[in-house]
């Protein structure tokens, strides 16, 4: 079953505002991932951030966790039009090794 | 550039016609992975490899099947498709078993069922 659910389902800005989606997840974790997909494409690993970190980087990237209200957050700051994807969070638990849970995802639209 | 290649892109087949969908890799990783994802979906896991050890999910319908001939190649087989089946079908592919490795994927297979 999912584990992650994302937050909002849709999401519409303008070029070089900041984006900032949710993640919500059930069970603990070792840690989570974040994946962006095009239209009609595969998934491509974003960031990963482990159950003992609290705030990650990657250029305009900025991933938070918050494991006591089992939470996280993605920012993409001063985001472009080529921006415009699916963005799921996906879950790894312990006990189910290699295993990722994804959440339904967040649809970006960025517009010129 | 290494990378994870599923063919075809996209395919159509006849209710209850078995079809099999393929993945290819170069990156030399030692895991397989098979998702399914329907339309404004989350990717939903529905078997793993570990080298050769096939790791079933318990909620994957019992007509998928899987074969992992070499560490290159990993095919999904559909016995009787139903128009339920009709997805994409993401290959993917980690390192390792462990969770703190990314998975790579490929672009999928689109699936319809006539």
């Known amino acids: 079953s999912q584990q992650g659910e994302e937050d909002p389902q849709a999401l519409s800005i303008q070029e070089g505002e900041n984006a900032t989606m949710n993640c919500s997840y059930k069970t603990s974790i070792n840690n989570l991932q974040w994946y962006r997909q095009n239209s009609g494409r595969g998934l491509v690993h974003l960031i990963l951030?482990?159950?003992?970190?609290r705030e990650k980087h990657s250029g305009r990237l900025r991933v938070t966790l918050d494991t006591s209200k089992k939470s996280s957050s993605l920012l993409i700051t001063a985001s472009r039009a080529a921006d415009t994807a699916s963005y799921f969070c996906a879950t790894a638990r312990g006990s189910t090794l290699g295993r990722l849970y994804f959440g339904r995802g967040t649809q970006l639209t960025v517009w010129p | 550039d290494a990378m994870v290649i599923q063919n075809p892109r996209y395919q159509v087949t006849q209710f209850g016609k078995p079809v099999t969908l393929s993945c290819s890799q170069t990156?030399?990783?030692?895991?397989m992975y098979w998702y399914q994802q329907k339309s404004s979906q989350a990717p939903k896991l529905l078997f793993h490899y570990y080298d050769k050890d096939f790791n079933n999910e318990a909620d994957t319908p019992d007509n998928f099947q899987s074969r992992r001939p070499n560490t290159s190649f990993c095919f999904l087989d559909i016995r009787s498709p139903g128009l339920g089946d009709a997805a994409m079908y993401l290959c993917?592919?980690?390192?390792?078993?462990?969770?703190?490795?990314?998975?790579?994927f490929g672009d999928g297979t689109r699936l319809s069922i006539l």
């Open positions: 951030i482990r159950s003992n970190e």
């Open positions: 993917a592919t980690s390192s390792r078993v462990y969770s703190n490795q990314p998975q790579h």
């Open positions: 990156l030399n990783h030692n895991v």
